[in-house]
């Protein structure tokens, strides 16, 4: 069974980093593509990044030049560097996979469990 297992949410001050983490755990996989979705209270949940086994990134425009992600092939990882945090910033950052068990013919998606960021004023 895969399961995505996030790390490193918390509460920060406006202007602060946080780096968050994902590994992919199990065996008999294949991972196209890896990244973050985030979810504010009361609004619908977005795409933060995305990152593809080639590297190819792509991202939210309210995010360029401040979050990075990056992402480990042979370890299944996948980590957003996040900077010059601002409140709307906050929410609940969900990690997501693209992703075919090597008895399935299908790429399905695989979400994490979400890890909550904070950025206060």
């Known amino acids: 069974q895969v399961q995505l297992v996030e790390s490193g949410g918390g509460l920060v001050q406006a202007g602060g980093s946080l780096r968050l983490s994902c590994a992919a755990s199990?065996?008999?996989?294949?991972?196209?593509?890896m990244g973050w979705h985030r979810q504010a209270p009361g609004k619908q949940r977005e795409l933060v990044a995305g990152i593809t086994g080639g590297g190819s990134t792509n991202s939210a425009d309210s995010v360029k030049g401040r979050f990075t992600i990056s992402r480990d092939n042979a370890k299944n990882t996948v980590a957003l560097e996040m900077n010059s945090l601002k409140p709307e910033d906050t929410g609940v950052y969900y990690c997501?996979?693209?992703?075919?068990?090597?008895?399935?013919?299908?790429?399905?998606?695989?979400w994490g469990q979400g890890t909550q960021v904070t950025v206060s004023s």
């Open positions: 997501f996979a693209v992703l075919r068990l090597n008895s399935a013919s299908v790429w399905s998606n695989y």
């Open positions: 199990g065996s008999g996989f294949s991972i196209k593509s």
